[in-house]
């Protein structure tokens, strides 16, 4: 909750000073009061929305609530910005991209890399919050002779459908154009998640699948995950880290004007590497290519 200041009541001796003073001079101070407490308590309202299921980076905790790294970048924002009140809004990934288009949302956050046509209908502010882990899920008894993009397109191999609306998208069409001898065949999907992609590639219907890092950890690595009894069937790569960017409403300059003032802040003292390293284990935006 944001602090806000109130002020002390004057006490009889200070009204009996002020009414002597002359009926002018106590209007005078009452009104310059006035305005200064309202000015000092008038508080926007920013509607945050965050998908609700992306471990480490935006999620909703066993407690009902909203968390991960990027979520508590932000959370860290809003302390030093006394003129906003940040209100967190889990949903989808498909609601908080056309959520925050349309004004229904202020800013969005989702793990989300810039794009071209992203850029068309929203707001970037100067300074990404973080960096994302990016390469291929592969079936361990490939991973002796796949282990990069390169490998896999030169042999063949078949790629999980993406959204057209996921970012993943445009990089692997970035590849296939940097590589138009050996580009890698890539399906459109109706969803943004493809949730089948893991079994997919257990029952040998696909050969990658194209995911970042932190969604291999938490889906079969960690303790406990999804398919964590497969794990020794699984093998990643990394491609590359790409920077993630919170989505500003295009109406919404000076709130992503006063993110960028206040994220240096968290640079310089240490609590945007305090915040990487508890979320996800390391720095990461030393991985992405300068």
Request: a negative charge; charged letters at 20%.
């Amino acid at each position: 909750m944001k602090r806000k200041r109130f002020f002390a009541t004057a006490s009889l001796l200070g009204i009996a000073l002020l009414a002597g003073c002359g009926q002018t001079n106590a209007d005078t101070t009452s009104e310059a009061t006035s305005g200064t407490a309202a000015e000092s308590t008038k508080v926007t309202t920013v509607t945050v929305a965050h998908t609700q299921n992306s471990v480490p980076m935006d999620y909703v905790d066993d407690k009902g609530v909203s968390t991960g790294y990027e979520v508590s970048v932000l959370k860290a924002i809003d302390d030093l910005l006394p003129q906003y009140e940040f209100k967190y809004v889990p949903t989808s990934d498909e609601d908080l991209l056309i959520g925050v288009e349309s004004g229904k949302y202020d800013v969005g956050t989702k793990g989300a890399w810039y794009t071209a046509e992203r850029a068309q209908k929203f707001l970037f502010p100067q300074h990404y919050i973080g960096a994302s882990s990016i390469g291929m899920l592969i079936r361990s008894e490939d991973a002796a002779k796949i282990t990069d993009l390169e490998s896999f397109a030169a042999a063949g191999k078949s790629l999980v459908p993406i959204s057209p609306n996921n970012a993943q998208y445009n990089v692997i069409e970035d590849f296939n154009t940097n590589h138009p001898d050996t580009p890698i065949a890539l399906t459109p999907a109706d969803t943004f998640e493809v949730a089948d992609a893991y079994t997919w590639l257990l029952e040998g219907r696909y050969d990658g699948f194209f995911s970042v890092k932190t969604a291999y950890e938490a889906n079969v690595l960690k303790e406990g995950a999804p398919y964590s009894q497969y794990k020794d069937k699984f093998s990643y790569f990394v491609y590359e880290a790409l920077p993630t960017w919170p989505l500003f409403n295009k109406d919404q300059q000076a709130l992503a004007d006063a993110y960028d003032k206040a994220f240096v802040q968290l640079e310089e003292n240490g609590t945007i590497d305090k915040l990487m390293n508890e979320f996800l284990g390391e720095n990461t935006f030393q991985y992405i290519k300068k």
